[in-house]
């Protein structure tokens, strides 16, 4: 006997009828003597339609008062999965996340689990029963409901496999496992059996939509067996994500390939290269809770320099807000220019240790198309590159096929 989390996703819960599909697949597992937590997400679209109703009576709504709209999705899904179990004669009980007590720190829209009281969990799957969790929401100190943004049912999934040690976490999605890229991109994109967790947590941080970046983290944190799988096949053992690279196989040189439509860049042009110029810049940026991704700062033989970081698409126009009425006069910035209409790709493999030229490959299969690369980022397996967003299919496409990721 095992215990075994299950995540869902919003397609996983889209209707009725696949609630009641997934109730079946939980029956399976529960018959062979499993212990099971069940964690979903609200209905696909339902948490748009959410924020959509909030802005329509506020533009920019209240953070505090947004998540306690939106934490309302996942609260309809744990209720129903709960009555779809119950109807197959299986005893289910919901927990909202303040319920269970899944503390958070106080930042709306985005919160960070700091800890989870599992007590009352174990005591009921002890009891025989199946608990349904909504993911993607917790409760902060003072009983306000917090949610931990974007994919965050991810890592409500992975936080509780870790706080009642369980055996596998199981998310399942749309997909039947972790490809060498998006499919819909490169239609001979390949799933991987196996993926180290070393290099998960790059293609989740570059864009890979597959898991979101934090449930990653964590998983790597707490040593959670994590499994990625399809809600919508029964068979198939998807993607294994394995804390230890196979020492007696030799590793492709690149596993996967990922891409992200959803980054701005921002230029300070012509500040002073001095000490501290960095922290007067990226300070406010950090304070306002905007998320910088990749940064580069080139000098000039003037004396100052350009200062170029990339932030998420919807927050460009609130760091540029930001820097330009907190921080342009203070360090005598020439210009500060945003541009929405870049897209970043990232070639991920921890092959990259043990092979040369990589970096030299990307940038020529890139130049033959007559792609520009803007901002380059790179780390011990990892290579990731900002272009205009009109190239990037195109760029994931030449990329996949010079690495040859599609042979298996």
Do not use: W
């Not at 319920?99 to 174990?122: C, G, M, P, Y």
């Not at 199946?130 to 993607?136: I, L």
């Amino acid at each position: 006997m095992a215990l075994i989390v299950q995540k869902y996703g919003g397609t996983s819960v889209a209707n009725p009828d696949r609630i009641r599909n997934l109730a079946r697949r939980v029956a399976r597992y529960k018959a062979m003597g499993h212990q099971i937590v069940v964690v979903v997400s609200a209905m696909s679209g339902e948490t748009n339609r959410l924020i959509s109703l909030a802005k329509e009576i506020m533009p920019e709504p209240d953070p505090r008062e947004l998540d306690v709209m939106v934490s309302t999705g996942e609260q309809v899904t744990i209720g129903m999965t709960a009555l779809a179990l119950m109807e197959l004669g299986i005893k289910a009980r919901s927990y909202t996340g303040a319920q269970v007590r899944i503390l958070t720190d106080d930042a709306f829209t985005k919160a960070r689990i700091l800890s989870i009281d599992e007590h009352n969990i174990k005591k009921d799957l002890d009891s025989g029963h199946v608990v349904v969790v909504a993911g993607f929401q917790g409760v902060d100190a003072n009983g306000n409901i917090t949610t931990l943004g974007r994919g965050g049912s991810d890592t409500t999934g992975v936080a509780l496999a870790a706080a009642l040690k369980a055996d596998e976490c199981q998310i399942y999605t749309d997909v039947d496992g972790v490809y060498t890229t998006d499919p819909r991109v490169v239609p001979e994109a390949r799933r991987l059996d196996k993926i180290t967790f070393e290099e998960m947590l790059e293609l989740a941080s570059q864009g890979s939509k597959v898991l979101q970046i934090r449930s990653v983290e964590f998983a790597g944190k707490y040593k959670v067996k994590l499994r990625v799988l399809s809600s919508f096949e029964d068979e198939g053992d998807g993607t294994l994500i394995t804390f230890e690279e196979e020492e007696n196989m030799e590793q492709p040189v690149i596993s996967g390939i990922a891409f992200n439509r959803d980054e701005a860049k921002i230029t300070v042009l012509g500040v002073p290269d001095t000490p501290g110029i960095a922290y007067q810049i990226l300070g406010p940026i950090a304070d306002a809770n905007v998320d910088v991704d990749m940064i580069i700062q080139n000098t000039g033989a003037d004396g100052t320099t350009d200062f170029t970081f990339t932030v998420h698409k919807n927050e460009m126009n609130k760091a540029l807000s930001i820097l330009r009425d907190k921080v342009q006069g203070n360090i005598k910035a020439r210009e500060i220019v945003g541009d929405d209409k870049v897209a970043k790709v990232a070639i991920v493999g921890v092959g990259m240790k043990s092979h040369v030229g990589v970096a030299s490959k990307m940038f020529r299969t890139l130049a033959e198309e007559g792609i520009n690369i803007q901002m380059i980022s790179t780390s011990e397996i990892k290579i990731a590159v900002v272009i205009d967003e009109k190239y990037m299919e195109l760029a994931v496409r030449v990329l996949h096929k010079a690495f040859e990721l599609e042979a298996a």
